[in-house]
């Protein structure tokens, strides 16, 4: 098979045969699709050509060819037994991914555990379906008849709707509380997979690191303000990065004190701090973050071999994730979360079933499992960083998903992202009750967040609707320049969409 595939139809029209580019490129990994560019009578590259079957009613035929012989060739009947339709997307649409996900899955006789579910959250599907008011047989009929998700995953899904309903039932009758997000995007070195616009902080940018802790405090003030007249409180604060804790004690206690004067919290406020990076924490830090009602602290390993640490470019030790951790557990009772990646470089799953077994000694409360995304901007990227082809991802998944559960800790969201290894997801795991608010609001877009600093997204929901993003601007230059405009847009927006 050559490098591309030509997909063409003369009786699908070209929106609708692009929204399945990524379905078909999710079967022939690394190869160029191109959307009905073959315009000869030959086809002399390898083509797919789909048309709606014009003598069996409701039915596609979906052929493949080469040098314009036919080699695999089927008519797909796209008839569901009327299972409703609960997404937006177009009936049809969704019929043609599943005839051609149908007919590649007979083809490659590879499955995909996410069938033809492309999106990032499939989490927002099932409260579509409950808000549509679906029993749990249709629901799961239309998991895996419709949208053709393993068994596996239609559970994983269940399980995890259940762990978050009460969370956001809670979030919808209490509108007046909201989630405020900070960014501090800078970072002491580039890890290999990032895409974050981190800025590597050295002594040639200390200014520009002054001026934007300086323009953050400015933005927070505007938001407490906002926030006073409005009504609204903070339900949660989640300050993430980049590396927040790269800040020194007395910029740290700067940033609380600022936050603690201006943002109204609610009596029950969950507070999170980014401690990702082991080597930027130590005593005093975490004794400012426990003096500010800090609740929530996330120690992010990574992985736990000394070898893929410096690969991946953390100047950490493994000792130094051992050593932090330690001492935060000495020093409060907050939830501890860490993160690991699945699909380093360099690892398989004896190196995997290690690092999570020694994560898991550790007894954090929650444990979030990646899988490595290869995304533009990254180290990763532009060395054409190829994932392993040669693993069972899945089952390596499966195993690790039962490790985990086994000390105690349960699956309470997930968010998937392209060019992600082995087509898997990003799960986060937790004990019961430990489960973080911020992150099951953000995944499922439930609840108004406001996110303040470069580059961060705020999410306001629009009534019943989906939910309007704003963006402040990702440059820190622009930024130092523009969050005010942002502000009041921000301002503006909740006030229409809310009547605040
Ligand atoms: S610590 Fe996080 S933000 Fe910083 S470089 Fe690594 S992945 Fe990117």
Not at 361 to 375: C, E, F, W
Request: hydrophobic content about 40%; proline content about 4%.
């Amino acid at each position: 098979m050559s490098g591309a595939i030509d997909i063409i139809s003369s009786t699908i029209e070209q929106k609708t045969l692009n929204s399945c580019n990524s379905i078909i490129a999710a079967f022939f990994t690394g190869k160029n699709i191109r959307m009905n560019s073959a315009k000869e009578e030959l086809f002399p590259t390898f083509t797919l050509k789909i048309e709606v079957n014009t003598k069996v009613p409701n039915a596609f035929e979906i052929r493949i060819m080469e040098n314009n012989q036919v080699f695999f060739c089927q008519v797909i009947d796209f008839r569901t037994n009327g299972l409703p339709l609960p997404g937006k997307e177009p009936f049809f649409q969704i019929l043609l991914k599943r005839a051609i996900y149908i007919f590649l899955t007979e083809f490659t006789g590879e499955v995909l555990p996410w069938g033809i579910l492309s999106g990032i959250r499939p989490g927002k599907l099932i409260l579509r379906m409950q808000d549509l008011g679906l029993n749990k047989e249709t629901q799961a009929r239309i998991l895996t008849e419709l949208y053709m998700v393993s068994e596996e995953k239609a559970n994983l899904l269940r399980t995890i709707n259940e762990i978050q309903r009460p969370y956001l039932l809670k979030i919808k009758e209490r509108p007046d509380l909201v989630s405020v997000f900070l960014t501090i995007p800078f970072c002491p070195s580039r890890c290999f997979y990032c895409s974050f616009p981190s800025t590597q902080l050295s002594v040639k940018n200390r200014g520009l690191f002054q001026n934007y802790l300086d323009a953050l405090y400015q933005e927070v003030k505007l938001t407490g303000e906002m926030m006073k007249e409005l009504g609204l409180k903070a339900d949660s604060i989640y300050i993430g990065g980049g590396t927040p804790t790269i800040l020194n004690a007395t910029e740290l206690e700067m940033l609380f004190q600022v936050i603690l004067k201006n943002i109204k919290m609610d009596d029950q406020i969950e507070y999170t701090v980014e401690a990702g990076r082991p080597d930027t924490i130590d005593y005093a830090k975490l004794i400012i973050l426990k003096n500010y009602q800090v609740n929530r602290l996330s120690i992010n390993p990574q992985s736990m071999q000394e070898q893929t640490l410096r690969k991946i470019g953390r100047n950490h030790l493994v000792t130094d994730v051992l050593k932090c951790y330690g001492l935060a557990r000495e020093l409060s009772d907050w939830v501890i979360n860490m993160d690991l990646i699945l699909g380093l470089p360099g690892e398989g799953p004896n190196e995997i079933r290690d690092s999570v077994e020694k994560v898991l000694t550790l007894r954090p409360d929650n444990l979030t499992v990646h899988a490595l995304a290869l995304k533009k901007g990254s180290i990763a990227w532009d060395e054409n960083y190829e994932h392993s082809s040669c693993q069972n991802w899945l089952g390596i998944q499966s195993e690790v998903a039962q490790q985990i559960k086994s000390a105690g800790l349960n699956p309470y969201y997930l968010y998937r992202q392209k060019y992600i290894v082995g087509n898997l997801e990003n799960v986060g795991y937790a004990l019961e009750g430990k489960e973080c608010r911020y992150n099951m609001a953000i995944i499922e877009e439930q609840q108004n967040i406001i996110g303040l600093g470069a580059g961060a997204t705020s999410k306001i929901l629009k009534g019943n609707s989906g939910h309007i993003n704003i963006y402040n601007p990702i440059d820190l230059k622009h930024y130092l320049k523009g969050f005010r405009e942002v502000h009041l847009k921000r301002k503006r927006v909740l006030r229409e969409e809310h009547g605040f």
